[in-house]
T-cell receptor, first 109, second 112 residues
Framework: KNEVEQSPQNLTAQEGEFITINCSYS?????LHWLQQHPGGGIVSLFM???GKKKHGRLIATINIQEKHSSLHITASHPRDSAVYIC???????????FGTGTRLTIIP | EPEVTQTPSHQVTQMGQEVILRCVPI?????FYWYRQILGQKVEFLVS????????KSEIFDDQFSVERPDGSNFTLKIRSTKLEDSAMYFC??????????FGPGTRLTVT
């Protein structure tokens, strides 16, 4: 069973700050998702990555397979980035996602 | 952009009643999933479905639950006799094998 841990659990920052959210997992994986969940509850996939780094707009995701660790960075944070960010992993040999507990991000204007 | 849709957005039912949650996955996707999130908790896997059969299910997915793809477009989750603890947000997702899973907006199920 893969244990997925995220830190911090809650993060409050001022608009414009650089944000880092961390995810670690206990068992080797085939891929990792970063997801965004807004207050209404809907889930949006931000990235899926299995190695290296991906960038989309102000969002950057990195993964270190050897260290079983991934980070999500947000540059020039904005109040609309306020949401819960969830890390989820796919284990080798199956397709299901195992989720972390999420990081609640609040950006203050 | 294609998206996964779910109906209804909110379902209120009495304990012991049957409910059917509906999902329309993205049309060229082959793998389908149901997840649930109890309020304040993390998202949990329920079941995956491929080639018209269950490929994997969790301990949560007991005999009270069933899934079906009745007509090649809809993907349904049935709970036969709902319990209070079934109250949760239920998410459907779909994917092409080994690719990104796309989530629907969720159905909030409230069992009274």
């Amino acid at each position: 069973k893969n244990e997925v841990e995220q830190s911090p659990q809650n993060l409050t920052a001022q608009e414009g700050e650089f944000i880092t959210i961390n995810c670690s997992y206990s068992v080797g994986i085939s891929a990792l998702h970063w997801l965004q969940q807004h207050p209404g509850g809907g889930i949006v996939s931000l990235f899926m990555l299995s190695s290296g780094k991906k960038k989309h707009g102000r969002l950057i995701a990195t993964i270190n397979i050897q260290e079983k660790h991934s980070s999500l960075h947000i540059t020039a944070s904005h109040p609309r980035d306020s949401a819960v960010y969830i890390c989820a992993v796919i284990n080798f040999g199956n397709e299901k996602l195992t989720f972390g507990t999420g990081t609640r991000l609040t950006i203050i204007p | 952009e294609p998206e996964v849709t779910q109906t209804p957005s909110h379902q209120v039912t009495q304990m012991g009643q049957e409910v059917i949650l509906r999902c329309v996955p993205i049309s060229n996707h082959l793998y389908f999933y149901w997840y649930r999130q109890i309020l304040g908790q993390k998202v949990e896997f329920l079941v995956s479905f491929y080639n018209n059969e269950i490929s994997e299910k969790s301990e949560i997915f007991d005999d009270q639950f069933s899934v079906e793809r009745p007509d090649g477009s809809n993907f349904t989750l049935k709970i036969r006799s709902t319990k209070l603890e079934d109250s949760a947000m239920y998410f459907c997702a779909s994917s092409i094998q080994s690719y990104e899973q796309y989530f629907g907006p969720g159905t909030r199920l409230t069992v009274t």
